[in-house]
Structure formats: C-alpha cells, structure tokens
C-alpha cells in the first residue's frame, strides 16, 4: 500500500483509506458503537472482519481492510491496549509492503538483519516453528524463477506458513486473456494473506501494492527492483565481514546490467566509509546515475581494470555473470566480455584472509569451481542467507515486530 | 460415484458396490467376524482398510473402498451408533460428488449455503482452522486454470488440509502416453482422499466420479459443467440481495457460450417468482433449450436489448465476457459484439440502491474500471464467495454435515 | 553421499568428512569445548548448526553438514546416550541416500518392507500423522513425472511433512541459464532437508549426492535408475505372494528398454530358488548382460514366446508397455511388437488363483480393461504400494529406524 499509520485508531473512509495492516503485539478490543446502523450486509460484514482476525496464539492481531470497506465510512477504535506495541517504542516504523531497495533506511535495514538472525536461529533450532500457522502466501511468479519462488516457499514453510504457487502466471492465468494485474491482485488477496509477486514490467509491484489490501512483496519486476536480493546481499556482507560502516567492496563483472549491483551500491550508500571499486568490461561498465548518486553522497568510489590489485585491498569481490542475452547479435562481444575477470585460485590467493567472494548466482563460469572449497567463497551462503530475509520479510510483514 | 447409502450396513460385493463414502458424526465399530477366514492377505487388507480411518479428533468414521474390495465380498455392520446422525434427521441426503449444477435440489443448496457462511467464520475469525486436517486433496488440472484451481486449494489449506497440484496434467501426465482417465484416476485416488479435476472434455467428471473409490469434484469439463461457479453465483445472490424468490435477474453478455450463465438460470430456475432477462448481442443470444426449460417451470424471461431499461428494474445484473475464441476470423463480429452493452457508470445510476452487478471474471471493458469503487460492484465479494463455496463442498465431502 | 558411519563420535574436516547425516533414537548433548575459539564468526554459526537441529518431539537428532564446515576443523562427541540406537543393535546399516537399486541388499529389503507396513498401518489409521513434522523435501525434477511426484509428495504429506515442487526444472531453473547441477543441488539444500530428483541423465542422481550435504533419493534419471520404482514392484510380489524365495515370474513386453523390469530382475536374483520367465518381442529381448547376471548368481532363467504356458506356471505375470517412442521411424515394428503379447480374459484363466499380474503404469492396451475387476489384477494396488516405500524411505533417510 501507499502509506502506512502506527496510531492504534483509525478512520475509514470509502477511497481514502490507505493503511494496509497494522500489527499490534497486544490485543486490543475494536468498538463498532459508531458504525452507522443501516449499514448492507456487506458493508457489516466487512466491518466484522476488519478487527476479527485475532491469532490468539499469536497475541497479535491484523487489522486487514483488505474486505471491501464500508460504503458509509466507519471509525475502529482501540478501547485497551495493554502495553505499548513493541514498535512504538525503538522501532517506530511500519513495514506495508517490500517493493524497492530504496524504501529501506539504515535503521530498518539493521532491525530487518536482527529479526533475519532470529530466523536463522528457527530454521536451526526450531524445526516446526509456527509462526505463520494459519497464513497463507501466494506466489504470482508470471515469469519464472525457480531459485526466488523456492526461497520464498521455504522461508515461509519454515515458519509454518501454507503457500499458492504459481509458477508461470503469465501463460496460465486469466492474464492471458486480457485481465489486468489489479483484477488478479483483487481476486488472489481474496485468497491469501500475502502476496510475494514476480512480474516482467517493471513498476508492476508498486501497481500491485496501491491495489491489494494486503501486504506485497515485489521477487523481481522485469529490469526494475529485487529488493530481496539487494537485502540479502547486505545481510551477508554484515554476517561475513563483521560491520557494514568503513567496508571496501569490488562489483565486478556486468555492471550495466545488472539490478543485483545497482541495488547492492544503492544500499552501501547508507553506510559510513564505504569505498566502492567497480572492475568491469568497457561494455558492460557501471552507468553514470549510480556514480553521480553515490558521489552526492560522498562515497568514495573508483573504476578499476586491475582484478588482482582490488581484489587485494577489498573486504568483498562481489562478482556477477555477463548476461548473454543483454549481447543480442554480438556474440563477438559477448565472449569478450565474459573472460576478462574471472575469479580463481590467483584472486583468491590476494585476497585477505577475512575477505569473501559474493555472487548472486546462478553462475557460469566467472567464478572457476575450484574456488569453492575456499572458506572464502561465500555465495552459498549468501543463497542461503536469502532464505533467512524472507523468513524475516514474512513474518515483519504479516504478524509484525 | 454413481450412487449413495446412509445406512449404517451395507454389503459390499465384488463389482457391485457402489457407495463411496459414507459419513457419521458418531463413531460405530466393525465386526469382521462374518469374514471369510481364507481371505487372501491382501482382500483381508481391504478389509481392515474399509473401516480403519478413524478420524477421532473428528468423531467422524469415513467408509472408504478406494482399496480393492474382498475377492469374495464381505459384510460390514455397524453394532453400535451412538446419536442418529445428523443427515439422517434434518437433512437426508448424502454428498459423494459434485458434478453437474442440476444434482443441487433448493434444500441441498440451502445446506450448502448455511455450511458456506460457517466457513466465512471460519476464514475470518479462526485462521489456522484444523477441520481438515489429515486430509489430501489432489488438483487434477488438464487444462489450466489458475483462478479456479487457487480458489479450491486456498479452500483446503484455510481448513488445515493438504493438497497435491498438478497445474496442466494433459501435458505432463502420462496421459501423453495414452493413459486413459480411469486409470489416472485410479493411480491419484491412491495418493490423496479428493480430487479436484479440470477436463477439456465434456462428461470427464462424470466419467472420473464412476470409477473414483473417493470424492470428484468437477472443477470444470470443457464445454460441459463448472458447477461451483454456479453454486457460488446463487450464493452471491443471496448474500448480497438477501433472498433469492422474487428476485429480478438480468443476464447480459455471451449467453451462447457461456456456461455460467446457462447454470445460473437453471438453478435460479428452483426459487419462486424469478424473473430472468436476457440481453446480448445477437450473435451470442441464449439458445432456446434453457429458455424452454425456464418456460416449463413457469418462470418468466424475457430478452431485451435495452440494457438501461433492465438494469433498472433487476436485482442483480450479472455480465459476461464476449469470448473472443468463439468467433474465430470473424473479428468484425466479435469488435461488434463486445462493445455493446457495456456495464459503466452510467448503468450504475440508473440501477437500485440495493442491486449488484455480478461477473463470473476475468472481464475485459465489459464493466468499466470506475464502477469498481461503487459498492454494488460485487464481482470480487463473489469471486470471494467462491472460496467460501469450496470450502463448504471440501467439508461436505470429506467429513460430512 | 559417498559413505557413512554409524559411530556417535566423528571428526569433522574440511574437505574429508563424508557423514550426511546420523540419526540417533536418543538425545544426546554435544561438546564443543574443543573448537578453536578464534574461529570466524561463520565457522562457528556452522559449528553450531551441526548439533542444533533438535527434534525433541521425535527424540531424535540430526546431525547436519549441510552448512559449510569449519575452517579449521572441530570435533563433536557424544557425551551422553541414553540408549544404544536401535540400529547398533539390529540393523547396522545406515541409509543415507537413495541412488540404485543395487545399493540395497537383502537385510536392507527386508528392513524397509518392515517400516513400509507400518507406513500402511499409518496412512490408513493414523491420517494426520505428525513423524515428519517440520521437515521439507524439495522435488527437483527437470522432466515431468506427475505420477512419481505426486507419490513422492503425497508420501511426505502424508508423514506431515512439507513439499517445495518443480515441475519443470529444465526449463525454468537457472539450469537454463548455463548453471551446473552441483551448484543447483548446493542452493536447493539450502531450502530443503531432503531432495527427490528426477532427471534425463543416467548416473545425475550419484552426482547430486556427492554434492549434497543433505539425502537425495533418485526418482528417475534418465535411461539410468528408477530404485523406488524397483523396491515397491519387490514390495508388491511379497505383500501379494506372501515370499520371495521360490517364485516364479514372467517378465513381459519391453525387456530391452524397460529400465523396471531390468532392475526387478537384478533385484529379485537376491532370493533363493526364484524361476524368471523372459517372454517379449524379438525386437525387445531382454540384454545379455542382465541374463549373464542372473546366470552368474545361479539363478534360473529362461525365454520364451508363450505367454500362456508362463502364465500358467507363474506366481507373478509382470506386463509392461512397448515404448513407441523407442522406434523410431519404424512404427511397423512398433505395431508389431505391441500386439503380440496382451495379457487378457483368456490369460487370466490359465494363471492360477493366487497369482497377480503386475505392470509399472501407465498401461496402454498390453492389459485388457476387463482384467481390472479380476482379484489378481494387483497393479493399482502396485501403484498404492509405491506410496508406501516412499514414506518408508523417507522416514528412514530424515529420521532413522
């Protein structure tokens, strides 16, 4: 959704309501008193179900509008609530949708990596955890991803969640004959209670989430954002190095390309003392909105040609693979491009000790297999930290703090 | 299947056996003493399996003979019944499959619709509900359908139950090996307690349900049958008018081809003082067998072309999509015919305070988006109800009244 | 993976550890006082998760690299064990992927078959079993095989345990971007406690476990293996036939192509005084190399171009499909083959009464429809019996005996 409220009293009203859910860790009780008494049926109905979704279990409850809203407008009260909702007090933000990198600030970025932490230690310790009992999550893949849709659905079956899938929503759905996004969105949040979506146009997320009344989470649309990816990314770098202020990273590879660095440079620039190197072929090379805006910012950041020499003084290689449909015809330029910095036993061999090798994967060839028995290789882990974002992302976003 | 029992004794014998499942809120034992004691080990098997799946948490015994009935039959008594089942006292008929909309009498439907509005409770007030829990159901889709098939799986999994997909089985199944249904249909039952199936061919359902040992749900047969479409569509009716005798009823749109509304004016066709107006384009008129049946149950229908005038005076308008592959080169046809009657704003001013324009979705311009945000748009509480229908029939069919 | 062990003390190095995963019946607490204490803030998370995965429920702990192991080593030992795990005492084998038929001898058979009728005796009188409660099994499968899937899905379900589904892996995974199934497998067991794989290329499933940190069963790879699928027809002539030793069987149809009947054969060479009964179209002769086999074990084998004088003599009549596709160009011989041995009315009346005929599925004409009524048409019941051996194995790899 648009906006998001941390007051714990509300006004609807036909249209102009744009809270999506608010998640209280306290029960609180709602007063209908002032609903209008000649209310439909239906509009009733929705009022009913407006505060009725009480996980008990959970001692949470979802205020969740995503029931179409009164036609007269109603006021939904909290009469008690017995202690101060958790982020009212240290984290006073709200968590609608996850849409874009950018929507994240350091400090959300740091309370997302503490609750990430607490799913690693679930997926560890608490096989069966029941977090999300009773949720449901579709996922709406209209292009395919394996790695992504697997990643979400495991994340939320760890919790204990229940998932939808679709795989290829594109060919199958009603979209094929005609339907726009928002009708499906309004027709599957009738099903479920979170909506993780991957979509070929760009801004389809941001389209999806002013529609739905529940929370969306964009896996990737088209050349846009894969803000989950970028999370993960960042998530790892503080897992592996330590700290995330004063780090030395080198993106290598397809940067002009690739969303993966992009977002991942976006992010970095919330942090103090970064220096980025970027080691890429002429072709493929970082484009100027990223440079210009991490100098506005004062992060210090450089090109490089010289693999061996950055790879020595940084804290990360993050490397990425030459997409060879982005060549087209110029196959010439593709392989080119594609064998100029790879990452092998002679990188490894500079690099520091406490220094990791990243990559989104899947991988080809620019990371040589040998590479991966090195404590330093990091990237399955990096996968496997993905996992833990989604498990947190899922449980911020539908049962909160 | 192709028959019921609500006794509690039944013989069963080699071929001849034709309940399906037979459910009772009681728990009765069995006595196998009659069993012939040289059973082969595995008719002996079947045996104990018929009587064995005990669901105590449910006080409820399934009868199942999905398993290979006795070589040489056998007889299976119930010594002990607690309470007289419910079924047998209010409501005397048995659910075993759902087929075709014309196996719903008015009194089963309005079963349906009281275990339906229990189910809404259950959606909205007791997440993670474990009425059927244990239970497997199996999506047979030979075509796709994503809408449909989410909708029935959402339903399973709101009720704790499981769910085995297979989201385009024509292509994968070994039915591309020259499988016939009945044999795929006897490998799945082995594997889950329902199954829900998607047919391009009319009568596959009913086919299916013949040789099923467990409960077929017709999710869809071609050309044929969408029966919980139907059912869903006379739900929404009386959830939104409030009843269903005496209501005005304008059916616009493709009402050649469209199978929904064909079922809807043949259930409608049960309920007192209905009147049905017919308004389409002429290529795609309603064709004369529903119209004759209406005529021979004395209810009165008209066809109109003017669309305002209807609108007026109906409760409910439902409209439908032109389906463009109906008219195959003739574009011309097909442009002609989907711009005619158009459900926009205007038609909303027109229409009651009380009425509501239904869909069966997707829709194209047929309704035009700004009468979305008009409370009577009720198209996706109905595609909603539809949830809400199939986890009534899922109930139905697997644990009973 | 490649070997296992079944001792409660192991030493953990980098690169030289082979244990998957040890299953113990009994808690038992680990020591890690021993680790270095300046290991990096990975290794330890690594360390940590080794002995962390405690199913208190189960009583049972799992042992799991599937994490990077740590840099520098370290060593876990059992301090406590409160009883010797029952596979010490009876059962000394350890299960630890499931890759060939070959890979189980006779004791192993027979141990499986035993947990395969407790798999029975749970589906039928205890649905909503809980065994594999909080564990996910991924089904990678990169061609479709609907029906071993949804086996293999409704076997863990069935377990309550939880399923991530890839219908299509080749075409949808990040394989079609050019990655390696190593580097698949080593992101997907990430997501996943067990992974169940089909592919197109013999000897795929051998190199996913070499990989794996987790187990990995082989649902098919290629013109290679199909154990499963070898374990339930063994399963099916013991629980049908009552023995092993001593019966004879007539393999029937496509013996050249037909990787079940060849792994049936090399399976059922373990028994004593077993008569194999070879009877198929010239163009689809059974190789040599299994008849060399057989006769290499003294088994007892001949052919034969009567079915009927085999039917007669034999305890289990094993049909299978002549696979056009294996033609070619020649559909001459393709027609020719598959007509010539049918086994119908009249093969049914010369087999003997506690005889079966069993045939993999799907089945074109090569058994009769009429045949079906008939009591010793076992093969859906073969069918249901695959079930069974799923849930055994599965049981077995994620928890132990």
Redesign the interface.
């Known amino acids: 959704m648009a906006s998001s409220s941390s007051f714990s009293t509300c006004t609807l009203n036909?249209?102009s309501f744009a809270t999506k859910a608010i998640n209280f860790n306290k029960v609180f009780k709602c007063n209908f008193s002032s609903l209008p008494n000649r209310l439909?049926?239906?509009?009733k109905?929705s009022a009913?179900?407006t505060c009725?979704?009480?996980?008990t279990?959970e001692k949470s409850l979802k205020l969740d509008q995503s029931?179409?809203l009164s036609?007269n407008g109603m006021q939904c009260c909290a009469l008690e609530v017995e202690d101060v909702p958790t982020f009212l007090v240290g984290k006073k933000f709200q968590l609608d949708d996850v849409i874009e990198a950018q929507q994240f600030d350091r400090d959300i970025l740091n309370a997302i990596f503490e609750v990430a932490r607490e799913m690693?230690n679930i997926e560890?310790?608490s096989?069966?955890?029941q977090i999300l009992?009773?949720?449901?999550m579709?996922t709406l893949f209209y292009e395919?991803?394996?790695?992504t849709r697997?990643?979400f659905?495991?994340a939320m079956?760890?919790l204990g969640g229940?998932v939808?899938?679709?795989?290829?929503?594109r060919?199958?759905?009603?979209a094929a004959?005609?339907?726009?996004l928002?009708?499906?969105i309004?027709?599957?949040e009738?099903?479920?209670d979170i909506i993780v979506m991957r979509h070929f146009e760009s801004g389809a997320a941001r389209r999806a989430a002013a529609t739905a009344g529940i929370p969306i989470i964009n896996a990737g649309d088209g050349p846009g954002q894969h803000p989950t990816q970028a999370l993960l990314d960042v998530y790892t770098i503080e897992?592996?190095i330590?700290k995330l202020d004063g780090i030395r990273v080198g993106l290598v590879g397809d940067l002009a390309n690739g969303r993966t660095v992009r977002s991942l440079a976006y992010l970095l620039a919330k942090y103090q003392d970064v220096n980025i190197y970027f080691v890429s072929p002429d072709v493929v090379k970082m484009k100027d909105d990223i440079k210009d805006y991490l100098t506005s910012l004062g992060v210090e950041w450089e090109e490089s040609a010289d693999l061996m020499e950055v790879a020595s003084k940084c804290d990360v290689v993050y490397q990425t693979?030459i997409q060879r449909e982005r060549f087209g015809e110029r196959i010439d330029l593709y392989e080119e491009a594609r064998g100029k910095y790879i990452v092998d036993k002679e990188v490894l061999k500079v690099m520091q000790k406490?220094a990791v090798v990243m990559h989104p994967?899947?991988?080809?060839d620019e990371i040589t297999?040998d590479v991966d028995?090195d404590?330093r290789a990091?990237y399955?882990?990096q996968?496997?930290n993905g996992?833990y974002i989604r498990m947190a992302l899922l449980k911020l976003l539908l049962v909160g703090w």
Do not use: M
Not at 144 to 147: D, E, V
Not at 164 to 169: F, G, H, K, S, V
């Open positions: 036909r249209g439909p049926v239906s509009a109905l009913d179900f009725s979704r009480l996980l279990s029931q179409r036609r690693e560890k310790k096989p069966g955890s009992k009773g949720y449901l579709a395919p991803s394996t790695r697997l990643s659905e495991s079956k760890r229940e939808l899938t679709t795989e290829n929503a060919e199958f759905s009603s004959k005609g339907e726009t928002e009708d499906t309004r027709t599957i009738g099903y479920s897992r592996e330590g693979r406490h994967l899947p991988r080809l297999v028995a404590p990091a399955f882990r996968a496997k996992l």
